[in-house]
């Protein structure tokens, strides 16, 4: 089974950025298509943006335009570059293969607050 790893969260104000990075076992996060997920408190779990193997990535309304995902396959990492970020971004972050299928990690909080 596939374990993922999530880093690079905390408390922000309004308008600032956090650069998250997901690992996981062996290679897998640099040949599957990888996508990241949030849970705000009392809500359900949301995909946030997802990249292909090859690359192209999709956004969630939400975040388009301030959210980037991007890959670093020789590190066997998966990145979500956030921007502007805003209170209703606050959430923990969970990232996974796209649909979810492997088993999720603790997730790392994000915390926007002035």
């Known amino acids: 089974q596939v374990q993922v790893a999530e880093s690079g969260g905390g408390l922000v104000q309004p308008g600032g950025s956090l650069r998250l990075s997901c690992a996981a076992s062996?290679?897998?996060?640099?040949?599957?298509?990888m996508a990241w997920y949030r849970q705000a408190p009392g809500g359900q779990r949301e995909w946030v943006a997802r990249?292909?193997?090859?690359?192209?990535?999709n956004y969630a309304d939400s975040v388009k335009g301030r959210f980037t995902i991007s890959r670093d396959n020789a590190r066997h990492l998966v990145h979500l570059q956030m921007n502007n970020l805003k209170p209703e971004d606050t959430a923990v972050y969970y990232c996974?293969?796209?649909?979810?299928?492997?088993?999720w990690g603790q997730g790392t909080q994000v915390t926007v607050s002035s």
């Open positions: 996974n293969r796209v649909g979810g299928t492997w088993l």
């Open positions: 062996g290679n897998a996060a640099s040949i599957h298509p």
């Open positions: 990249i292909s193997s090859g690359g192209s990535a």
